[in-house]
């Protein structure tokens, strides 16, 4: 190899680097420069913790009672326990438990490799999210679902917009506000108000680590035809084009507030898979798949992947509701009955299908279990959850069989039908089977409940939101594909045009 091929392969692998620390670089000084200025102007004093509208000023000290947030004896110690291992579970347990569930799926080798990889992978989701893409995900306006009814909203309160129903605005770049602030002598909150029992940095923290395991599937599936930079870069485009807007309308501005979703459906399941079907339209040479036969090494991935992530949604389930009682201890229970009915109804489909049953299908039945149970943990009952698993895995087993015989080398397929099938039924079912008894009252105080106690539009409600999900993830995976095309395309002429100048240099 030449030298000047060994520049323009350098150039080609590291383009994508160095886009992503520039623009990293630069937001993260826009975004904390005013901020450290305002730091540097605090004077020395007893209060050292002022928010941000008074920085500057010596603050009364009848403030101090209404600055809960920076209050630690109002935190619960309990609480604060538990959303940490929540957070610790969907770090070392959901994403290695997806990592290692895919690598046996999908046939993918250097296990090993494509885990390091995602580590980096993870630290540059961290840094987006740092800078904009929490902000533009959970900032809240007159609409959100988490405003009290004590709670005066204005248009001109500080971090709030009334009229922006698409996206979260950018005044909170940088966790600018992130902690409460003072407006009327009272608290208010410009990004989503947790459970006031835990810090805000906790919540955003566990948050982030959920949404670093949420693109983990399409990362695998990816791995051998797109390095380490454009994977980063493709992650990091789709948590800000796809996965804040739908954070946004389901747990941020309300807009779609109605909507039962307790762990995340619509943003993770439902749009990662719609992803994958464009990835899948796009990518027809994707990283072959397991062509049916067993082996060792397959079965202990997928054992592996679909323990660790089982654990992983039992603590992710349970700490929604940022609280350790008894809705916590119900979410706990059914997302394991969930799982227990998806392997049985995937067994029996299969069984009925081939004749026979193997080692993988004890493995995908309780994933797609577990995936069906992502947005109903909070609102339905033990019986409705064994249903809701068998029903979505037998389902599923039906649209993964026909699937495999039509594309046998797309991976993509495979993803997109796992969890399309298992996050769609499982947001329809739980506008059918959200009981009252287990979800409670809504922000009116009326019952929260489901199709069979009599609530004929949860259905429609439900369906509704799978379908903005769906849009939006075609849309935002079709602009993050066309992006890459563009910057191949331009890649191409400026290695053809090296090309060319290659002998007259060498001359």
């Known amino acids: 190899m030449t030298s000047t091929q060994m520049r323009m392969v350098f150039f080609q692998n590291s383009l994508c680097l160095r886009l992503i620390t520039g623009i990293l670089v630069l937001l993260g000084v826009v975004a904390f420069s005013p901020e450290i200025r305002a730091q540097s102007q605090v004077p020395e004093g007893p209060s050292p913790l002022l928010p941000v509208n008074y920085v500057g000023t010596a603050a009364p000290s009848e403030w101090d009672s209404e600055l809960q947030q920076f209050n630690s ?14 957070g610790i579970a ?66 001109t309160a500080v971090g709030r917009n009334p009229m922006n129903r698409i996206l979260g605005n950018s005044s909170n770049l940088g966790f600018g506000g992130l902690d409460s602030q003072l407006k009327n002598d009272r608290p208010t909150y410009p990004l989503r108000r947790p459970d006031e029992k835990i810090p805000h940095l906790l919540f955003m923290l566990c948050q982030l680590l959920f949404f670093t395991s949420v693109p983990v599937p399409l990362l695998v599936a990816l791995h051998g035809r797109i390095t380490w930079a454009p994977l980063a870069a493709g992650a990091v485009l789709w948590g800000t084009l796809v996965y804040a807007p739908t954070v946004y309308f389901v747990w941020g501005s309300g807009s779609l507030g ?27 040479r994707a990283p072959r798949c397991e062509d049916g036969t067993e082996s060792s090494r397959r079965t202990v991935l997928l054992g592996l992947g679909v323990v660790f992530f089982w654990s992983g949604s039992l603590f992710w389930n349970a700490s929604r509701s940022m609280t350790v009682d008894g809705y916590a201890m119900n979410a706990f229970v059914v997302t394991h009955f969930a799982a227990c009915g998806g392997l049985i109804g995937w067994c029996g489909a299969d069984w009925m299908i081939r004749g026979k049953l193997g080692l993988v299908s004890l493995c995908i039945g309780p994933f797609v279990g577990l995936v069906s149970i992502a ?42 039908v796992l969890h399309v099938v298992g996050g769609v039924l499982g947001i329809m079912l739980t506008g059918v089977f959200a009981t009252a008894s287990v979800a409670g009252l809504d922000r009116s105080g009326n019952p929260i409940g489901g199709l069979v106690e009599g609530d004929l539009t949860r259905p429609f409600n439900q369906a509704l939101a799978a379908f903005f999900a769906a849009g939006l993830a075609v849309f935002g995976t079709l ?17 053809a045009h090296s090309a060319d100048a290659a002998p007259m240099i060498r001359h």
């Open 73 to 86: 004896s109002e935190f619960d110690s309990g609480n604060i326990a538990w959303m940490m291992a929540s």
């Open 90 to 155: 969907c770090l070392f347990l959901l994403t290695p438990g997806l990592l290692l569930f895919y690598c046996g799926l999908l046939k993918t080798r250097g296990v090993a490799t494509v885990m390091i990889r995602y580590l980096g992978v993870v630290a540059v989701l961290s840094m987006a999210w740092v800078l904009w893409i929490y902000c533009l995900g959970f900032s809240r306006n007159s609409n959100s679902h988490d405003v009290l009814d004590s709670e005066r909203i204005t248009a």
């Open 258 to 284: 109605t909507v039962l979703d307790s762990a995340g459906a619509l943003p993770a399941h439902v749009s990662l898979g719609f992803s994958a079907l464009v990835a899948a339209i796009f990518m027809s």
């Open 375 to 416: 947005s109903g943990s909070s609102y339905v009952a033990p019986q409705s959850a064994i249903l809701i698993g068998l029903l979505s895995s037998a389902i599923a087993c039906l649209a993964y069989t026909s699937v495999k015989k039509r594309f046998p080398r797309n991976s993509m397929a495979i993803v997109c």
């Open 479 to 495: 602009a993050i594909v066309l992006i890459f095309l563009f910057i191949n395309s331009v890649r191409r002429k400026v290695s």
